[in-house]
């Protein structure tokens, strides 16, 4: 047995055959050669290139017969075709058969060479994808698909019945629950799993910039529009887009997605013609969309359309019972990742685990364990779980619980931790004004933004570490 890369060479003149296979075993190669594409078919099981030069004009079947037979028995194998004529029509068959690449007789070394290394890249990207949609898929599995509890039964049931169809769904749930894996679940379950899943965070940009990345433009659409850009449905194309937090998309953005949801048609910016796709969208968010249909936020034609079918992702809170899972999956993924013995839990951190609210969902019991792992210490854990507060129940109270509490500390005649105090107070005074900034706004975090006087971003980042979740 042996490391080295396998090359096949399928080549009816000696002298080439000789040529490459000396030029491919000073590259480092193992090299196999064959007169003819009947005697190299059968001889596949022996030889497993990992890649095959090919001649285009060979006795008895010829190159773009073998080509075929190849890409059935191999198809990941990639095939470099070889022929000193050249014509178009053999080049262009050829490269629609599946050939990685064609040369022309006579070749340079360095055209061989860099032939060959391209082929093994592409190979390696291919291979690498597959691992990484195992990856998502196992990752999928443990976050979402395991476990027992009743309400993420009702979830994979309805992704299960779904999953093959080009129904548009809209998943539902608090930030942080998993949204995201269901939208991959039903791509990775469904028909066009191996074409594009395209993301977009529909938070994440500016209205124009949004509709831009979204559905393209023409060159010299605006000022800095040097050359078109593609967008992401055209991206998506025969495949699935996957529209996160949807309900920040602006009215004017609403229309345009209505229409490609009714007609499977847009126009680029600064474009004349409509343009079709095909192209399955998935939506989520984690606001109350009945609420901001009837508030005028979000149109109600759109609603309708993107409400086909519905997943509700139950916030961690609620499948208390899949914490033990989970915490298994994320001290076994950040243990490898790291390359650290993951901390063992005992049986009061356990209990406080379960015992935690959990605003922040799955993701924040994702970055607990996580810190553990790094830190090698379940105090990390503790830290995390007694450091935070539970959440504001009735955010337009008036009373101010967890000061009352500093102010118990205080009186108690204990130690007192000034800085450590002076913190806490901040951090909650924070907490309390940009939730009842959110109230008064009706968790229009742009809206909130601009009263709080700080940029998008930053409030999207203190809601995050503040456990403040929008799904109300």
Known sequence: MTDRFRVLVIDDDPGVREYLQTLAT??????????????????????????????????????????????????????????????????????????????????????????????????????????????????????????????????????????????????????????????????????????????????????????????????????????????????????????????????????????????????????????????????????DLDQAVRSGEFREDLYYRLNVVTIQVPPLRDRLDDIPLLIEHFKKKYGEQYKKEPPGLSEDTMEKLFAYHWPGNVRELENTIKRAVVLGSEQAILQDVEGRDAPVENPSDTGDPDLDDLEVVLASGQAIDLKSISKQAARMAEKRVIERVLTQTRWNRKEAAEMLQISYKALLYKMKENGLSDAR
């Open 26 to 287: 000073r590259q480092g190669y193992e090299v196999f050669v064959a007169a003819d594409g009947e005697s190299a078919l059968a001889g596949l099981d022996q030889t497993r290139p990992d890649i095959v030069t090919l001649d285009a004009i060979l006795p008895g079947l010829d190159g773009v017969d073998v080509l075929k037979r190849l890409k059935k028995s191999l198809p990941h194998v990639p095939v470099i075709m070889l022929s000193g004529h050249g014509h178009a029509r053999t080049i262009v068959q050829a490269m629609q058969l599946g050939a990685s690449d064609f040369l022309r007789k006579p070749f340079e070394v360095e055209e061989l060479d860099l032939a060959f290394k391209k082929a093994l890249e592409t190979h390696a990207l291919k291979e690498e994808v597959v691992s990484l949609r195992g990856q998502v898929r196992a990752e999928t599995d443990n976050l979402l698909l395991g476990g027992d509890n009743p309400k993420m039964r009702s979830v994979r049931e309805i992704i299960e019945q779904v999953a093959d169809t080009d129904i548009t769904v809209l998943i539902r749930g608090e930030s942080g629950t998993g949204k995201e894996l269901v939208a991959r679940s039903l791509f990775q379950q469904g028909d066009r799993k191996e074409r594009p899943f395209v993301k977009v965070n529909c938070a994440a940009l500016p209205s124009e910039l949004l509709e831009s990345e979204l559905f393209g433009f023409e060159k010299g659409a605006f000022t800095g529009a040097q050359k078109r850009k593609l967008g992401k449905f055209e991206y998506a194309n025969g495949g699935t887009i996957f529209l996160d937090e949807i309900s920040e998309m602006a009215p004017g953005l609403q229309a345009k997605l209505l229409q490609v949801l009714q007609d499977g048609e847009f126009s680029r910016l600064g474009g004349e013609s409509d343009i079709r796709v095909d192209t399955r969208i998935l939506a989520a968010t984690n606001r």
